[in-house]
T-cell receptor, first 112, second 112 residues
Framework: DVKVTQSSRYLVKRTGEKVFLECVQD?????MFWYRQDPGLGLRLIYF???????EKGDIPEGYSVSREKKERFSLILESASTNQTSMYLC???????????FGNGTRLTVT | GEDVEQSLFLSVREGDSSVINCTYT??????LYWYKQEPGAGLQLLTY?????DMKQDQRLTVLLNKKDKHLSLRIADTQTGDSAIYFC????????????FGSGTKLNVKP
């Protein structure tokens, strides 16, 4: 079974703080993704990475950056957290071309 | 051609069958997926079907695909209270295997 682990289930940060959300997978998948999920807006792709040190912007990259220094780890960085970044953040991985997304358990981030 | 639509709510009694419906618009879909999300958790992959198939059965789950009408359904037989969750339909696209389109989710409520 694919295991995708997000380091925190719940996180509370203050406006302006730098926030790191970590995601680790154990399946040697090339592709990793960060989504955010908001009521009424569904899942929106922030960034994805198709290889170490490679990244591509998704639909809503503004205010976020990512880091992929090792294949198994994909980090989402909020340089200066704002209240409109309060959301559920979901990490996902994907193996070969015709394989599905596998999600972690999510991190619910609250920015106050 | 990226709209994936689902009804928002479905309520059934324990022991009945549930049918969750989804429509999509992109005719170049490759795979269509069903995910389950329990409160506060990530998305769990339930099953997926290649777009040249009509049906796939996996224990209590049956997926039906009508490619002509671009309609996908998930039938859950003998629905249990533990099946109460939000169910997401998603598609991936032939020319971009890292792009996934998600529906807004159907909240299934199973009454005892």
């Amino acid at each position: 079974d694919v295991k995708v682990t997000q380091s925190s289930r719940y996180l509370v940060k203050r406006t302006g703080e730098k926030v790191f959300l970590e995601c680790v997978q154990d399946m040697d998948h090339e592709n990793m993704f960060w989504y955010r999920q908001d009521p009424g807006l569904g899942l929106r792709l922030i960034y994805f990475s198709y290889d170490v040190k490679m990244k591509e912007k998704g639909d809503i990259p503004e205010g976020y950056s990512v880091s992929r220094e090792k294949k198994e780890r994909f980090s989402l960085i909020l340089e200066s957290a704002s209240t409109n970044q309060t959301s559920m953040y979901l990490c996902a991985t994907k193996g070969q071309v015709d394989s599905p997304l596998h999600f972690g358990n999510g991190t619910r981030l609250t920015v106050t | 051609g990226e709209d994936v639509e689902q009804s928002l709510f479905l309520s059934v009694r324990e022991g009945d069958s549930s049918v969750i419906n989804c429509t999509y618009t992109d005719s170049s879909s490759t795979y269509l997926y069903w995910y389950k999300q329990e409160p506060g958790a990530g998305l769990q992959l339930l099953t997926y079907i290649f777009s040249n198939m009509d049906m796939k059965q996996d224990q209590r789950l049956t997926v039906l695909l009508n490619k002509k009408d671009k309609h996908l359904s998930l039938r859950i037989a003998d629905t249990q209270t533990g099946d109460s969750a939000i169910y997401f339909c998603a598609e991936s696209i032939l020319y971009n295997f890292n792009k996934f389109y998600f529906g807004s989710g159907t909240k299934l409520n199973v009454k005892p």
